[in-house]
């Protein structure tokens, strides 16, 4: 008896930015698992499966459900907004496996578009070069190790994507990023933020850091702070790559 | 008349790993413009479509020709592999368009799946936590600078994925660029690449930091640098986020 599950990635919100891979295995599984609120997103697309969710902080449930499921022989998927493996339940799947020693059970990571390149492409191009992506949810992460690395890639001038920039128990953290972003970086530097990207009410707003450190955001944002370089042009946010396009190159 | 371009990332090769949006927007297109190597991966699955083609280094070209297209009602689309907007043609598609006066010309970027996300589900789930994106291609970059930021990648713990680890005249440059990481992390550190993702001959390998300074790459190749904590769980590379799910949790 085959032992299988997929984790997919599903893409920020729409049907349409999931891949074709990831439709293709949907359609395969016998069960469709993940947190109710993205279950909702894909039920109507994949009628007569089975589907089971748990809420939000029940992940290392919903692994488990999944690999029992799995063991059981369903062909079963796991299901995570954005990306699989980018603050997603691949590595937790791996995790859990080992775990529960269910090592006959085959694991297949199906890659999504995570809210870092999906937000990107509706606001310009502002991850075109070099970038890191941080999330400033301690839920699993030491405040501490969170600033460090804002710090080090306000340092390198890296341009900086950020999930989970606030929450209501944690308002002021994207105020905090900001602060740290502004011993290295300019207050004129360009930013930006999309909200429910690919989802129902998505809005964007370009911004320079200054303002942005005095913005309310919440979990379905996703905030990108550009580099030295990074240059508003038009209603777009673009970080250069260095290429010479003048009339005397 | 209408002046519309899309910047679109066709994901890493196969067809299946485009989105449902990616495939629509250039059923819609009249033009197809791309590097050769892209047009050719795309070409048998929208027949009927005009295909324009410049070599590798004429970006500038390319996206001129792009540009040209859309101005003269042309529904066009650039493709780029991987995502758009991760080292792809969308930021200089806008660059582009204000130096060549095209106010008119609509872009939209559609994202792709980019390398990091496509090489990460193929290796497990190194990049689930933060995570850098850093290039060593020094073709637009300074050296010193991909060295500064290799560093503060290194001392902020981050995850690290490289793009274009070498190439005939950088032979060296990936060694040079673990001979950085060693000096933050362990020789043990759980590294891996993936070359041809999602393309004919695929192959992946999971090795220390040690071993992946002596390993010897390309161009195709995408390479992934562990944190201090990431393992390796059977055959899979994984950065754990922090969940707890021990027995006496």
Redesign the interface.
Known sequence: MEQKVYVI?I?PG????????A??ALKECDVIIGYTVYVDLVKEHFPGKRFLTTPMTW??KRCEMALREAEAGQVTAMICSG??????M??????????MEL?GVK?T??????AA??G???L????????????LSDL??PWE??E??L???A????AVCIYNPSSRKRADYLRRACDIMLEYRSPDTVCGYVRQIAREGEEQHLMTLAQLKDTTTDMFTTVFIGTSRTRR??E?M?????????TND
Not at 83 to 88: E, I
Not at 90 to 99: F, P, T
Not at 155 to 158: H, L, P, Q, V
């Open positions: 990635g893409g729409a049907y349409e930015e999931m891949t074709i891979r439709v293709k992940e290392v990306d699989a493996g980018v603050y997603g691949a590595g937790l799947m791996y995790e859990m496996r080992e775990h090592g694991i990571v199906i890659p999504g578009i995570t390149t999906a990107a492409a509706r310009g191009a502002p991850l075109i070069h070099d970038f890191a992506v941080i999330s699993l992460t190790q969170i460090e690395r710090r080090d890639a340092k390198g001038d890296f042009i038009g777009a673009v970080t250069p790559r260095g290429y010479h396009y003048g």
